[in-house]
Nanobody, 125 residues
Framework: QVQLVESGGGSVQSGGSLRLSCAAS????????MGWFRQAPGKEREGVAT???????TYQFSLKDRFIISQDKIKRLLYLEMNNLSPEATATYYC???????????????????WGQGTQVTVSS
């Protein structure tokens, strides 16, 4: 069982930066993979980035030069640093985790078994 709580969302102007955090409370097996997803109004949820227990990271291709996923395994914190934001990044961002060992990659359509409640990011032009 993994409980996830996101924070760090807010409003920022185009070109700005934000860092999202996700605090994990783990009851049992530690996550093998964690990731960030986002869902914009009227659109489907999409994978943003993943990181596995070995710190191997993957990204949605269009975001890999501006977004950075990282984790502090001791503090059980997951981060998403977002730079040079554009209005298209406006969405609710979700943290996800899975303890099962399976391919941990955005391109593999990895999906979490545990989800946070989401944090809103709004980018104005």
């Amino acid at each position: 069982q993994v409980q996830l709580v996101e924070s760090g969302g807010g409003s920022v102007q185009s070109g700005g930066s934000l860092r999202l955090s996700c605090a994990a409370s783990v009851y049992g097996a530690s996550p093998y993979c964690m990731g960030w997803f986002r869902q914009a109004p009227g659109k489907e949820r999409e994978g943003v980035a993943t990181i596995d227990k070995y710190d191997y990271t993957t990204y949605q291709f269009s975001l890999k030069d501006r977004f950075i996923i990282s984790q502090d395994k001791i503090k059980r914190l997951l981060y998403l640093e977002m730079n040079n934001l554009s209005p298209e990044a406006t969405a609710t961002y979700y943290c996800a985790a899975a303890t099962e060992i399976r391919l941990c990659a955005v391109a593999a359509n990895w999906n979490g078994d545990y989800w946070g409640q989401g944090t809103q990011v709004t980018v104005s032009s």
